[in-house]
T-cell receptor, first 114, second 115 residues
Framework: AQSVSQHNHHVILSEAASLELGCNYSYGGTVNLFWYVQYPGQHLQLLLKYFSGDPLVKGIKGFEAEFIKSKFSFNLRKPSVQWSDTAEYFCAVNALGSNNDMRFGAGTRLTVKP | GAVVSQHPSRVICKSGTSVKIECRSLDFQATTMFWYRQFPKQSLMLMAT?????????EQGVEKDKFLINHASLTLSTLTVTSAHPEDSSFYIC???????????FGSGTRLTVV
């Protein structure tokens, strides 16, 4: 089964700083890739997803992610974070042709200081 | 770190039977648990939010009599798919949240196949 690694457990930034959260997966076949955000007390919200096509995917709230197949990576980026971006971020991988199940990374907690 | 155990990982059942999926927080008290379902080639869909000791809050379009959720203790929530049909075949995953500093932790998911 595929596995997903998120490199940063907790990231602390000041407002207006740039953000990049790492996500790597282990699976040699075709994948669908997702980034979710979860605010305190709330359920997951989809930020963006990659199924095929342009490897640079733009999502909601100014987030984007780039799929680099050769590196098995799908890093999340935002050029200028806001205090309201404080949340937990999850990378998820859906391995097609395998069991098709979704696997999540451990999550990265982002704290943005005003 | 926080660990959530989901069981079973895979289950095949006959149409008309019921299936129970367990979600346990192993090393923390989960005051809130979320149940999600994933349709093929789609993102997760939230089914319900479960708070310990109270009735689950279901999302619009999710039948509460079909998907019974029980969160009787701070470490266990169960999802029972009643009178399962082939269209209920899907991937179900739970996540649990305890104190704020624990964040959210996902179970490993359950692949349900109804034949």
């Amino acid at each position: 089964a595929q596995s997903v690694s998120q490199h940063n457990h907790h990231v602390i930034l000041s407002e207006a700083a740039s953000l990049e959260l790492g996500c790597n997966y282990s699976y040699g076949g075709t994948v669908n890739l997702f980034w979710y955000v979860q605010y305190p007390g709330q359920h997951l919200q989809l930020l963006l997803k990659y199924f095929s096509g342009d490897p640079l995917v733009k999502g909601i709230k100014g987030f984007e992610a780039e799929f680099i197949k050769s590196k098995f990576s799908f890093n999340l980026r935002k050029p200028s974070v806001q205090w309201s971006d404080t949340a937990e971020y999850f990378c998820a991988v859906n391995a097609l042709g395998s069991n098709n199940d979704m696997r999540f990374g451990a999550g990265t907690r982002l704290t943005v200081k005003p | 770190g926080a660990v959530v155990s989901q069981h079973p990982s895979r289950v095949i059942c006959k149409s008309g039977t019921s299936v129970k999926i367990e979600c346990r927080s192993l090393d923390f008290q989960a005051t809130t648990m979320f149940w999600y379902r994933q349709f093929p080639k789609q993102s997760l869909m939230l089914m319900a939010t479960s708070n310990e000791g109270s009735k689950a809050t279901y999302e619009q379009g999710v039948e509460k009599d079909k998907f019974l959720i029980n969160h009787a203790s701070l470490t266990l929530s169960t999802l029972t798919v009643t009178s399962a049909h082939p269209e209920d075949s899907s991937f179900y995953i739970c996540s649990a949240s305890g104190a704020v500093n624990y964040g959210y932790t996902f179970g490993s998911g359950t692949r349900l196949t109804v034949v």
